[in-house]
């Protein structure tokens, strides 16, 4: 079993930045892919960024390419989500998610076995 904790959110003005932090407990996490997930107010919880387990691979949804930035050390067990150029849409509870695969090429929601408690983020206009 995996654990996992989500940290870093907060309130930010539109074209700010947060740095969002996931640690996870066990010693497997280097054999997992990791993905970060938000889910908006009367909206669907939707993949926002994905990395591999060795962090060779990475996706990214279109509405945050080139703004978010995934990482991750396997030496301290954390995946993390840099969001730059913020702005109210990107308004969420974010989710740190873990699948028991190197990669998952699906993005599916399903697919993620292991899941955080969430952390809110909230960007104002």
């Known amino acids: 079993q995996v654990q996992l904790v989500e940290s870093g959110g907060g309130l930010v003005q539109a074209g700010g930045s947060l740095r969002l932090s996931c640690a996870a407990s066990g010693r497997t996490f280097g054999t997992y892919c990791m993905g970060w997930f938000r889910q908006a107010p009367g909206k669907e919880r939707e993949l926002v960024s994905s990395i591999s387990a060795s962090g060779g691979s990475t996706y990214y949804a279109d509405s945050v390419k080139g703004r978010f930035t995934i990482a991750r050390d396997n030496a301290k067990n954390t995946v993390y989500l840099q969001m730059s150029s913020l702005n109210p849409e990107d308004t969420a509870v974010y989710y740190c998610?873990?699948?028991?695969?190197?990669?998952?090429?699906?993005?599916?929601?399903?697919?993620?076995?292991?899941w955080g408690q969430g952390t809110q983020v909230t960007v104002s206009s």
């Open positions: 998610a873990a699948a028991r695969t190197v990669w998952l090429s699906t993005h599916l929601l399903t697919e993620f076995d292991y």
